[in-house]
């Protein structure tokens, strides 16, 4: 295979004009070719640009002649023989890729998930959606796929690691798009990532890994030496070599048991803010590449005494109630594959830094309570953004496409008094980058679960600093923020394991 670089091709180009292309800039016929990155370049006479592998006769001759023979590279570790246990908990991203890498090499996996499996999970959560009526253990936090599964499912990541292909093709062998390969910012969907997520469930357990779906882990098994041999759930207990911590970070439950048992945690700064929601129209009518038939997205950071900045864009979404706790509000936002409900939302979140609170876990509970107290109902506090501006209080310029209704709240009363001065100097600045951003749109809130309050300390080898064989990772532990960033962090977290394994086979 050849790779190409700085292939130009018009907007409204099809496959069939990218062959002629490549074929003319080859002048020879090629028999495939496929794309590895695709951006838009908007400068003058809008055009893609792309890189491509292509299949060609002769390929020696074209490499004589400067272009650059592609080599993919081997990612897949290689299977051994071991009678080890691996124990995962939690079952989104780091809990999936981590799962998938160790059973491959042949270790047993065991797979702990507090909520059920997708098509149930579906089902009670659009239940919630409709009706109000929360199951604390299936919802949008936990269940098969982890939180992501009711998103964008962004694939986008600022993180280089050669692993990203290995998550990619993955996706794309059970059933995503090979466009996720090239598109710049790159997403499946919530209704077709549970699809995928699904098959790869389905996979693992027709080859032999044991999964125990609604089964919660409620403490971990300890020997004298403070070292984890296995793991306590109300069915029974179960022995394990090593122990992957992938829980999100609304398992409070799981940080109250590893406080118990003096699992070394630190404080880290965390976020706070809302959703925003304007008309996707009025989006794509202010992006430079509008001129894309597609849903618009847009990523805004202001950098004040405080970073204040937009997260977890959904273009053509809905805002979300993602609570996991009875008589609390918390807000997300979730897109489907179309991404056509016509509303575009994005978090708008302030730092908050960890000296500002005692303990981050009961500081973000208290806030998601209040917000249920003033609203007395799972109806998300709102207001125009012109409004929480100028301190006042009038009827929406448009209904929020949160399904549970909304309560009129004067976000005013949210922040401090410098944290609310600093984000209406970030709203100021976001208008200017989009004019009309303020006046065309409104506030759902709150946002409290961008990132975990706590990080899990662990050591170079990825083990937690003070309880051997206990292997911290993805959001909940502190070390991801997405699909992406949880999934290398699952095979960061597999590759220690597979590297323990072989330093001790070469010491023996």
């Known amino acids: 295979m050849l790779l ?5 091709i018009p907007i409204d180009a099809d496959e069939n004009d990218l062959k002629k292309i490549i074929e003319k800039k080859l002048k020879a016929p090629v028999r495939n070719y496929t794309i590895r990155k695709k951006s838009l370049d908007a400068r003058k006479e809008p055009h893609y640009v792309c890189s491509v592998l292509v299949d060609v006769d002769h390929e020696d001759r074209y490499v004589r002649k400067g272009y650059q023979k592609y080599i993919p590279e081997d990612l897949d570790p290689p299977c051994f023989d071991t009678d080890e246990t691996c124990v995962i908990i939690g079952y989104g991203p ?3 890729f981590s799962a998938y890498r160790l059973h491959s090499v042949g270790y047993k996996v065991i797979v702990f998930e507090k909520g059920k499996r ?12 409709k ?28 993180i280089k690691d050669r692993y990203i292909d290995y998550i990619l093709d993955l996706f794309i062998r059970f059933g ?10 790159a997403h499946i969907g919530t209704d077709e990532i549970r699809k995928i997520i699904s098959k790869i469930t389905d996979h693992l357990i027709s080859e032999g890994v044991e999964f125990h779906f609604s089964e919660p882990v409620i403490d971990l098994l300890m020997n004298d030496v403070h070292e984890a041999i296995g793991v306590k759930t109300a069915k029974g207990a179960y022995p394990a070599d090593h122990i992957l911590l992938g829980v999100g970070h609304s398992a409070q439950d799981t940080y109250e048991m590893l406080r118990k048992r003096n ?16 008309p996707q129209s009025f989006i794509d009518e202010r992006q430079t590449n509008a001129i894309v038939k597609e849903a618009n997205e847009y990523f805004l950071r202001y950098k004040g005494e405080k970073g204040v900045y937009s997260f977890c864009m959904c273009p053509g979404g809905i805002v979300i109630p993602a609570m996991s706790d009875e008589n609390s509000i918390v807000t997300n936002g979730m897109s489907y594959a179309a991404r056509d409900s016509g509303f575009a939302n994005s978090a708008i979140l302030i730092q908050i830094f960890k000296e500002e609170f005692d303990d981050g876990l009961e500081y973000l509970r208290s806030i998601e309570r209040k917000a249920y107290d003033y609203s007395h109902s799972y109806q998300a506090l709102a207001q125009n953004i012109k409004d929480f501006m100028n301190h006042e209080l009038h ?11 909304t309560v009129l709240y004067d976000f005013n009363r949210f922040f401090q008094e410098k944290d609310l001065e600093i984000l209406k100097e970030a709203f100021c600045d976001f208008d200017r980058k989009i004019p009309g951003f303020i006046e065309k749109g409104i506030i759902v809130g709150p946002e409290t679960r ?7 300390s662990r050591d170079e080898n990825c083990q937690s600093v003070n309880t051997k064989n206990l292997y911290p990772m993805g959001e909940g532990a502190g070390y991801g923020g997405g699909i992406m960033s949880c999934a290398l962090d699952g095979i960061r977290i597999a590759n220690a394991i597979l590297w323990k394994h072989e330093k001790i086979q070469s010491d023996r």
């Open 118 to 129: 997708i098509e149930e999970r579906v089902r009670d959560v659009e239940c919630f959606f």
């Open 94 to 96: 780091s809990g999936l």
């Open 395 to 405: 009827p929406l310029i448009f209904a929020s496409t949160y399904p549970l209704g």
């Open 450 to 456: 961008s990132s975990s309050p706590i990080r899990i």
């Open 176 to 185: 995503a798009s090979d466009r996720i390969r090239y598109e710049n910012h």
């Open 4 to 8: 190409l670089n700085e292939i130009k």
């Open 263 to 278: 699992v070394t945690m630190e404080k880290k700064d965390i976020a706070l803010g809302f959703r925003v929601e304007h």
């Open 131 to 158: 009706t109000g009526k929360l199951d604390s253990a299936s919802n949008v936090q936990f269940g098969e796929g982890g939180a992501g599964t009711f998103s964008d499912a962004k694939l986008t990541t600022r």
